[in-house]
C-alpha cells in the first residue's frame, strides 16, 4: 500500500529545484515543478534560459526575486494543489513586494490570459512551448506589465538549450527527446496544453547525451509522452511526415535507431525511456533492448483499462487482446522485462464487468508496478464535452482500492523473483530510512538497499538480493560490477 500511494503522490507533489550559485548571477529564482518527468526537464531547461538572465535557483521562497511554478492539469487534484501553493506565495508576496510569480506548464496552457483574472498574485503565464520568450517576458513584467505566451510550436524542442540539471544526484538525468502528444485519448488533456507531435535532432540528443557522460552521469532517461512515436525527418510535426520530400522520408530516424545509437554510442551509460504507448511500441525497440545490455529491460506500458469498450471509449488504439498478444511477444523476447501500468478507474460508463476485465489484465500482465487512479474529468477533452462522467466516486475509489490491492500483491510476486540472485546495481542516492544504506536500482528498475560499506555514488555493484518487500529489495554487496 505505502509504495504505490508513494508513487501516486509523487507524480502530483511540487518539488522546489535548485542547482549550484554562480557568482556572477545576482537575482534568485524558486521554481517549483508539478507533475510529470517531462515537466521537470522543461523546469531545468528553464532554470538554463534564466541563468543567461543572471538568475540563480533558491530553495527559500522568502528571498526569492522571481518565483515560477510549472503546473500540471492532467488531474483536477494536481490544479487544486497549484492553487494552493499560489496562496502561499501570496502570504510571502505581502511581505517580499517585489517578487514577481509566473505560471508555466500545462495550468498556463490551459487557462491562458484567465489565470490573471483568477489569480490575482500572477503576473506572468508562459506556456510550455513559449520558454525562450522568458526574457522579453520578464521585461514586460518589470515594467509593470502583465505577460502572457501561451502560443503553442510545430517545431520548438529546445533541442539548443542544455538544460541546468536541479536537484541531481549526479548519477541520474533526463533528456527529453519528443514534445506534444497526438493521440487524443478521450480523457487526457495533454494534446490541448502540450500541443502537436514533434521529434527532436537526433544529433542534438547524442550530444546532450555526450555532455551528461563527461559530467559523469551513468544513467539517462529518454523522455516524451510517446516516446515510440520518434520520428525524425529534418524537423516538424510528426502529422506532416508524409508531406516531407522523398529523402526526408527515406532518411528518416525511428525510435527503435535513435535508442540503438546511444546505446552503441556510450556503451557504458544506462539507458531508460518513457512512456511507450502500447500502439507505438514495435518489436524493433524490443529487439534493440535485448541487444544492448546497456538499455534497461524495463517498460512502462500504460494500458488505463483492461476493458474493450472503455479501451474504445478512451480512443486508445488496440484491444486488450492486441494488448496481451504485445506483451507475450515482450516477454518471449526479452523473459526478465518488467513491465509498469497506468490504469484509470471509473471512466465514464465503466461497468463492473469493465472493472473485471482490469483486473483480469493485470493478473494477465502481473506489472512490477503501477500507477493508478480515479478518473477525473477535464475541461475541453472529448469526454469532458460529450461523455458523462457517471461512476459515482464511492464506486471509483472502491475499484481503484481494488486494483491497488492487486497491484501490491503481483508487486511483491516480482520482487520475490530477485531473492537468492546476484544482480548488478546502479547506487543512485542514500537511503531515505537508513542513512547508512545506499539506494540503488536494477535493470528492472527495482530499487534495493544496502549497506554503504566502501562503495560511493554512481558505482555499479553486484548485490545479493537476501530479502525484500514489495517495492524494495535487501541485500549484500559482493564486488564491483564489470561496468565501472
Ligand atoms: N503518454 C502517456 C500518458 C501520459 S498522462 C500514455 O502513453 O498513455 C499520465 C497518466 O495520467 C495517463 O497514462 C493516465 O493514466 C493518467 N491520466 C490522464 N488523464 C487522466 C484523467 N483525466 N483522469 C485520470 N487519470 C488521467
Ligand atoms: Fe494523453 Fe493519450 Fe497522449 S494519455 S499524453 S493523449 S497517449
Not at 540528443?205 to 520518434?230: C, H, P, R, W
Not at 500502439?279 to 524490443?286: A, E, K, T, W, Y
Not at 501490491?408 to 546502479?426: M, P, V
Not at 554512481?458 to 537476501?466: H, I, N, Q, W, Y
Request: aromatic share 8%; proline share 2%; net charge neutral.
Amino acid at each position: 500500500m505505502e509504495h504505490v500511494e508513494k508513487i501516486i503522490d509523487e507524480k502530483i507533489q511540487g518539488k522546489a529545484l535548485v542547482t549550484e550559485n554562480k557568482k556572477q548571477n545576482t537575482k534568485k529564482l524558486f521554481i517549483e515543478s508539478y507533475g510529470c518527468q517531462m515537466n521537470m526537464n522543461d523546469s531545468e531547461i528553464v532554470a538554463a534560459i534564466l541563468d543567461k538572465e543572471g538568475y540563480n535557483t533558491t530553495q527559500i521562497l522568502e528571498e526569492a526575486d522571481l518565483v515560477l511554478v510549472n503546473t500540471c492539469s492532467i488531474r483536477e487534484k494536481a490544479e487544486t494543489s497549484v492553487r494552493k501553493r499560489l496562496q502561499k506565495y501570496n502570504a510571502v508576496k505581502k511581505i517580499n513586494k517585489n517578487m514577481k510569480v509566473g505560471v508555466l506548464g500545462c495550468m498556463a496552457e490551459r487557462l491562458k490570459e484567465k489565470f490573471l483574472e483568477e489569480e490575482k498574485i500572477v503576473d506572468l503565464v508562459v506556456g510550455p512551448d513559449a520558454y525562450k520568450d522568458l526574457p522579453n517576458l520578464l521585461s514586460e513584467v518589470y515594467e509593470g506589465r502583465d505577460a502572457v505566451n501561451v502560443i503553442l510550436s510545430k517545431d520548438e524542442t529546445y533541442g539548443d538549450i542544455s538544460p541546468v540539471r536541479l536537484n541531481s544526484n549526479g548519477v541520474t538525468a533526463f533528456v527529453s527527446i519528443t514534445r506534444g502528444c497526438d493521440n487524443m485519448c478521450t480523457f487526457c488533456v495533454v494534446p490541448f496544453t502540450r500541443g502537436r507531435e514533434r521529434s527532436r535532432d537526433p544529433k542534438s540528443i547524442l550530444e546532450e547525451v555526450q555532455s551528461m557522460v563527461a559530467q559523469n552521469y551513468k544513467e539517462i532517461t529518454l523522455l516524451g509522452q510517446n516516446v515510440d512515436s520518434f520520428l525524425w525527418y529534418g524537423g516538424g510535426l510528426k502529422k506532416d511526415f508524409k508531406k516531407a520530400t522523398e529523402m526526408a522520408q527515406a532518411t528518416a530516424v525511428g525510435f527503435a535507431e535513435l535508442l540503438d545509437m546511444c546505446a552503441t554510442k556510450f556503451p557504458k551509460t544506462r539507458f531508460r525511456f518513457s512512456t511507450s504507448n502500447p500502439q507505438d511500441m514495435s518489436l524493433d525497440v524490443i529487439h534493440v533492448m535485448a541487444k544492448h545490455r546497456n538499455i534497461c529491460k524495463y517498460l512502462h506500458l500504460p494500458v488505463q483499462s483492461g476493458s474493450n469498450a472503455m479501451l474504445k471509449a478512451m480512443n486508445r488504439q488496440h484491444t486488450r487482446e492486441e494488448y496481451k498478444t504485445l506483451v507475450d511477444n515482450i516477454f518471449k523476447i526479452i523473459p526478465e522485462m518488467s513491465l509498469s501500468q497506468d490504469m484509470i478507474v471509473g471512466f465514464c460508463g465503466e461497468t463492473e464487468e469493465d472493472h473485471q476485465d482490469t483486473l483480469e489484465l493485470m493478473k494477465y500482465v502481473k506489472y512490477d508496478f503501477g500507477f493508478m487512479f480515479t478518473y477525473s474529468e477535464r475541461p475541453g477533452t472529448l469526454a469532458g464535452n460529450k461523455m458523462e462522467d457517471d461512476v459515482p466516486f464511492a464506486t471509483k475509489k472502491r475499484r481503484l482500492q481494488e486494483v491497488i490491492d492487486l497491484q501490491q500483491e503481483h508487486a511483491l510476486f516480482r520482487t520475490q523473483q530477485h531473492l537468492g540472485k546476484t544482480e548488478e546495481f546502479l547506487i543512485e542516492g542514500t537511503s531515505k530510512k537508513n542513512p547508512n544504506e545506499w539506494k540503488a536500482r536494477n535493470t528492472q528498475n527495482t530499487v534495493a538497499v544496502f549497506a554503504k560499506d566502501a562503495y560511493k555514488l554512481g558505482d555499479f555493484v553486484m548485490v545479493k538480493v537476501e530479502d525484500c518487500t514489495s517495492a524494495t529489495l535487501k541485500g549484500t554487496v559482493v564486488g564491483y560490477s564489470d561496468n565501472n
